[in-house]
């Protein structure tokens, strides 16, 4: 199975579930099951189905005037509670591969007048942004899915300003998976079979070049599976 079968596979799933109205797939991948909905703190954005395993918008905690930008951004609802707040003096961007679900977050978007909330479609190893203009970065259960882990930590370093920061929800897998799985497109659209462990993707942030690099587990997900935190902060200049 090659990239571009992967790639075909979870398009057509998320999209799927994004033309029948659903925030999430209908298997359970990364549902709102896992984190329920928390309407004190994310107001009428908590209406918005979420695709996650974690929290990383508040782990991120986006500062007025920055901007924050969204690795697979969905419906949306990440995007929109940063956009609150970062405030009208900041942005906040969400970039998916799928046209539904950039579709059905522009509308809400638009819904609840987020003028400084976007969302532009492409895929998160070729990120359609400027190097050096995004202050920091949250991803909530999507780069499991990617086939080229370390281009996405690469396009990641680019964009950031120095100082900014990642975090990334995600499931993680608690030992190495065998080759059957990894070559099971259906596993890979479910979140599984492109899951690697919290060492690897700590080891990918440090080769992408960021630093204070650190992964926290957050819980079990399903058999061999656990949800993870990870974070880093590309160097600020020096001299």
């Known amino acids: 199975m090659d990239e571009l079968e992967i790639r075909r596979k979870v398009r057509e799933h998320y999209g799927g579930e994004a033309s029948r109205g659903r925030g999430a797939p209908s298997e359970g991948c990364c549902g709102p099951e896992v984190i329920p909905l928390d309407r004190v703190a994310f107001g009428e954005t908590a209406a918005i189905p979420r695709l996650g395993v974690g929290d990383p918008i508040r782990v991120l905690q986006p500062r007025e005037g920055e901007v924050v930008l969204d690795l697979g951004?969905?419906?949306?609802?990440?995007?929109?509670?940063?956009?609150?707040?970062?405030?009208?003096?900041?942005?906040?961007?969400?970039?998916?591969?799928?046209?539904?679900?950039?579709?059905?977050?522009?509308?809400?978007?638009?819904?609840?007048?987020?003028?400084?909330?976007?969302f532009r479609l492409g895929e998160i190893e070729h990120l359609p942004i400027e190097s050096g203009t995004v202050d920091g970065i949250a991803s909530d259960c999507v780069v499991n899915?990617?086939?080229?882990?370390?281009?996405?930590?690469?396009?990641?370093?680019?964009?950031?300003?120095?100082?900014?920061?990642?975090?990334?929800?995600?499931?993680?897998?608690?030992?190495?998976?065998?080759?059957?799985?990894?070559?099971?497109?259906?596993?890979?659209?479910?979140?599984?079979?492109?899951?690697?462990?919290?060492?690897?993707?700590?080891?990918?942030?440090?080769?992408?070049?960021?630093?204070?690099?650190?992964?926290?587990?957050?819980?079990?997900?399903?058999?061999?599976?656990?949800?993870?935190?990870?974070?880093?902060v590309k160097p600020a200049r020096r001299g």
């Open 73 to 118: 951004s969905g419906p949306g609802r990440d995007v929109l509670y940063a956009a609150e707040l970062v405030g009208p003096n900041g942005r906040a961007i969400g970039v998916d591969a799928t046209p539904e679900m950039v579709f059905r977050a522009r509308a809400s978007a638009a819904s609840l007048k987020r003028a400084n909330a976007e």
């Open 145 to 232: 899915l990617s086939p080229d882990k370390a281009q996405v930590f690469r396009e990641a370093y680019r964009v950031l300003k120095p100082g900014g920061r990642i975090v990334v929800s995600d499931v993680v897998a608690d030992r190495d998976l065998p080759p059957g799985t990894r070559r099971d497109a259906e596993r890979w659209a479910a979140c599984e079979a492109g899951a690697v462990t919290a060492a690897a993707y700590v080891a990918l942030l440090r080769e992408a070049g960021f630093e204070t690099v650190e992964a926290e587990t957050a819980g079990s997900y399903r058999e061999g599976l656990s949800r993870a935190v990870v974070r880093g």
